[in-house]
């Protein structure tokens, strides 16, 4: 007879990046299943060539590692078990084949996305074809459409269970095309997502500390490195020369809005910009990550990242930085945020002369049209904590 078992699908060569990604659904995991498997398929990869996974030892001990190098190997893994996964792989030609082994071996799928930020199109962006690596952006956007047919065909897998925090995502997927052929003609089951659950975001767990939180007097500045691997893939990287210019202005602003509030930056570099440390000769850098420095200070700076959300949760006064050295895709992201939360913006290109009164007012106006975005996008399952959702309903459905 066969087990019902628990594991995590991925392709990765380092789990240290995941596993921050996932601390706390990982903690819960481990709590909560005698035993969960991590299923790494970087190996099974269409292009791979054999490497080293790094950080194994950062699960807790109730992680059991499993690398997989043949086809073989990975279908007699499952042969004695009842698997069900969290999925976590790229929907490319690259993970074609991984794909089809997971169908075969009959493993459960499972989606969470409760990350309430704005992400990337899963299709080719026509619009902006031209800045791209055109070669590359068609393998890795242009074969969507081939992996919904074969998920049709029965040759893919689809998603058992989607987990989602975006009620705009939802309504979306409800009202999609292959949900009303399907609501017409039920015996096709051509829908991707055969059942979807609203949850909370991975915001809410920081709700749960918000009445401990001692507010400091001092202000952080989120760093995003302009080179983002999103805006290099799309040919639209920044020059040296550019990046230091960049710097300069940032840290003429940053001390303008020091002296303005009276009160010290601390700067939160992000994981992938430890080099640009040299370029904050004057501020204070903290050993902390972002995530722990948001909720003890009283105003949040960013350019763009989606932990201004971890900000938006918390209500904190937020003022956003432009720049025309993000670049286009960089500029259109960080103004999906502005227009939404209506934040308060600064053009460091600009010379600028601040009044503390009217930023204040700026920011407070901001904090008012929070409510809506929490409400749509990061808590719109009332005070349920998301990853015991999570857990409940995968211990009742499979378990």
């Given at each position: 007879?066969?087990?019902?078992?628990?594991?995590?699908?991925?392709?990765?060569?380092?789990?240290?990046?995941?596993?921050?990604?996932?601390?706390?659904?990982?903690?819960?995991?481990?709590?909560?299943?005698?035993?969960?498997?991590?299923?790494?398929?970087?190996?099974?990869?269409?292009?791979?060539?054999?490497?080293?996974?790094?950080?194994?030892?950062?699960?807790?001990?109730?992680?059991?590692?499993?690398?997989?190098?043949?086809?073989?190997?990975?279908?007699?893994?499952?042969?004695?078990?009842?698997?069900?996964?969290?999925?976590?792989?790229?929907?490319?030609?690259?993970?074609?084949?991984?794909?089809?082994?997971?169908?075969?071996?009959?493993?459960?799928?499972?989606?969470?996305?409760?990350?309430?930020?704005?992400?990337?199109?899963?299709?080719?962006?026509?619009?902006?074809?031209?800045?791209?690596?055109?070669?590359?952006?068609?393998?890795?956007?242009?074969?969507?459409?081939?992996?919904?047919?074969?998920?049709?065909?029965?040759?893919?897998?689809?998603?058992?269970l989607l987990f989602e925090s975006n009620t705009e995502i939802i309504k979306s997927l409800n009202n999609g095309i292959s949900r009303k052929i399907e609501n017409f003609f039920p015996f096709f089951?051509?829908?991707?997502?055969?059942?979807?659950?609203?949850?909370?975001?991975?915001?809410?767990?920081?709700?749960?500390?918000?009445?401990?939180?001692?507010?400091?007097?001092?202000?952080?500045?989120?760093?995003?490195?302009?080179?983002?691997?999103?805006?290099?893939?799309?040919?639209?990287?920044?020059?040296?020369?550019?990046?230091?210019?960049?710097?300069?202005?940032?840290?003429?602003?940053?001390?303008?809005?020091?002296?303005?509030?009276?009160?010290?930056?601390?700067?939160?570099?992000?994981?992938?910009?430890?080099?640009?440390?040299?370029?904050?000769?004057?501020?204070?850098?903290?050993?902390?990550?972002?995530?722990?420095?948001?909720?003890?200070?009283?105003?949040?700076?960013?350019?763009?990242?989606?932990?201004?959300?971890?900000?938006?949760?918390?209500?904190?006064?937020?003022?956003?930085?432009?720049?025309?050295?993000?670049?286009?895709?960089?500029?259109?992201?960080?103004?999906?945020?502005?227009?939404?939360?209506?934040?308060?913006?600064?053009?460091?290109?600009?010379?600028?002369?601040?009044?503390?009164?009217?930023?204040?007012?700026?920011?407070?106006?901001?904090?008012?049209?929070?409510?809506?975005?929490?409400?749509?996008?990061?808590?719109?399952?009332?005070?349920?904590?998301?990853?015991?959702?999570?857990?409940?309903?995968?211990?009742?459905?499979?378990?």
């Open positions: 007879m066969k087990k019902n078992c628990l594991g995590i699908i991925i392709a990765d060569r380092d789990y240290k990046r995941f596993i921050n990604q996932n601390k706390i659904l990982i903690k819960d995991l481990s709590k909560n299943f005698k035993k969960i498997y991590v299923i790494n398929v970087l190996h099974l990869k269409l292009r791979q060539k054999r490497i080293k996974i790094l950080n194994e030892n950062f699960f807790p001990n109730n992680f059991e590692i499993n690398n997989f190098y043949t086809s073989k190997e990975f279908l007699n893994f499952f042969r004695d078990k009842k698997f069900v996964a969290l999925q976590y792989l790229a929907k490319n030609p690259d993970n074609f084949k991984i794909f089809y082994l997971i169908k075969k071996a009959e493993i459960k799928n499972i989606m969470i996305m409760n990350l309430g930020n704005f992400g990337n199109r899963q299709t080719i962006e026509w619009g902006n074809l031209k800045s791209f690596k055109v070669s590359e952006h068609f393998y890795k956007k242009g074969f969507y459409y081939i992996f919904r047919i074969l998920t049709v065909l029965k040759i893919f897998p689809k998603i058992d089951k051509i829908t991707y997502f055969r059942k979807i659950i609203k949850i909370n975001s991975v915001y809410f767990e920081f709700l749960k500390n918000k009445k401990k939180i001692k507010k400091k007097n001092y202000i952080i500045f989120v760093d995003t490195p302009i080179n983002h691997p999103d805006r290099i893939e799309r040919g639209d990287s920044a020059s040296k020369k550019e990046i230091i210019f960049y710097y300069k202005k940032l840290n003429k602003v940053l001390s303008h809005i020091s002296f303005t509030f009276k009160k010290k930056i601390i700067i939160c570099l992000h994981p992938n910009n430890k080099k640009e440390i040299k370029y904050f000769k004057n501020f204070q850098i903290s050993k902390k990550t972002t995530m722990e420095e948001i909720p003890n200070c009283e105003i949040a700076i960013f350019s763009l990242s989606s932990a201004v959300l971890n900000a938006v949760i918390l209500n904190k006064k937020i003022i956003n930085l432009e720049s025309s050295h993000f670049g286009k895709y960089l500029n259109n992201f960080r103004k999906k945020y502005v227009d939404s939360l209506k934040l308060f913006s600064i053009n460091i290109d600009k010379n600028i002369n601040l009044n503390k009164k009217d930023c204040i007012k700026k920011m407070n106006y901001s904090i008012n049209h929070y409510k809506n975005y929490i409400n749509s996008k990061l808590c719109p399952d009332g005070n349920k904590p998301p990853n015991s959702k999570i857990i409940k309903i995968i211990k009742k459905k499979y378990f």
